[in-house]
């Protein structure tokens, strides 16, 4: 729950009670100016509550509870400051910071520790804290899964490049191999044809066995 403005309008500061009239009509904006012109005035922290308020209603969470906080820090008057812890906690439930909205819900409770509004929502704030931290978890073991994956991926990616380089290098020096056997085989064969030119066998004899015998004699 939201504590409201009207909790404070029955201030009787003029620029108060033009913001009231404007906040009441749902112009957030134009009843800003107004709180901060009478807090700038007074340093009315009743006035920056309200100024809190406003941004809150325009969603701008992060001043809203710059606000409330100045608000809960310098009053002494407890309804203002509880009130001011609860919006803050609030502002921060909204920015989804839930260790700061669960610490001033808690701020809250100790000056009215009656509060249902606080409590619940400090119970849904711890809650969703709760559920914050499960989701961190799981994305962080998600991301460590999914790291362990990539490495045994690029370790498998590393085996299999090893295993073709291999395979590659292996048909490579086969080749290699397969031409030298061949290169070695045309120089056998060129030097068997050299030797050949260089000791020609002796031709055979065309004589017959008669003019052989007629040469003897």
Do not use: C, V
């Not at 009509?25 to 700038?40: L, R, S, T, W």
């Not at 100024?51 to 409330?68: C, I, P």
């Not at 899964?145 to 690029?154: L, M, R, T, V, Y």
């Amino acid at each position: 729950m939201f504590y409201s403005i009207n909790l404070f309008a029955q201030t009787a500061d003029q620029h108060i009670y033009n913001g009231n009239k404007l906040y009441g009509k749902g112009n957030y904006k134009e009843a800003a100016a107004e709180y901060e012109k009478a807090y700038q005035e007074k340093k009315n922290r009743e006035a920056q509550y309200n100024l809190g308020n406003s941004l809150y209603q325009q969603k701008d969470f992060e001043k809203a509870a710059k606000q409330y906080t100045e608000s809960a820090s310098n009053t002494k008057n407890k309804s203002l400051k509880a009130a001011s812890y609860h919006n803050t906690g609030n502002a921060f439930l909204e920015q989804k910071k839930y260790d700061e909205a669960i610490q001033n819900f808690k701020q809250a409770l100790k000056i009215n520790p009656l509060s249902k509004e606080t409590k619940y929502n400090l119970a849904y704030a711890q809650a969703m804290k709760k559920k914050q931290d499960q989701q961190q978890k799981d994305n962080k073991d998600k991301k460590e899964n999914n790291k362990d994956k990539q490495d045994k991926n690029k370790e498998q990616q590393e085996k299999d490049k090893k295993e073709q380089d291999k395979k590659d290098k292996d048909q490579q020096d086969k080749k290699q191999q397969e031409e030298k056997n061949k290169q070695d085989e045309q120089k056998n064969n060129q030097d068997k044809n050299q030797e050949r030119k260089e000791n020609p066998k002796p031709m055979p004899n065309k004589l017959t066995k008669e003019q052989a015998d007629q040469l003897l004699n």
